[in-house]
């Protein structure tokens, strides 16, 4: 009898602490994904008007930013997602090198939705559970 309480204990406190970590985990992105998505909001206003050098300098802002995030989204999403966003910031930042502003709002679009994507997608709900 003792050793199947041992065993209860082990598992209910190995589940609190998965459910801790996952709870941690998706709020890191949440709060990593909002601060991402203001700098974005802010290179697709400069691009809209094409105010290109301020563009530029919030874009090296945000590459910066997300080689400090980056590691921590690798632990908790897929690479395939962490590639995604490092090649359309790539591409971003050519486009607005190259003043080629419709190309560089559409791929500013693409990357506001993976951004916004993955939050949503690794939370806690009844959808991503089942």
Known sequence: MKY????TISIVILTIFMIVFSLY???SLKKTADNLNNYIIEIENNTVF???ANASIIIKDLKN????????WAILIDHNEIDN????IEKISKYIETKNN???L???ATLKLYIKHIPEKESLNLTNIL
Do not use: H
Request: net charge positive; glycine share 4%; no cysteine.
């Open 4 to 7: 199947s309480n041992k065993i």
């Open 25 to 27: 985990g998706i709020n």
């Open 50 to 52: 094409k105010n290109w």
């Open 65 to 72: 930013n997300w080689v400090k995030e980056r590691s921590t």
């Open 85 to 88: 966003i490092d090649i359309s």
């Open 102 to 104: 419709s190309l560089a």
């Open 106 to 108: 559409v791929e500013i």
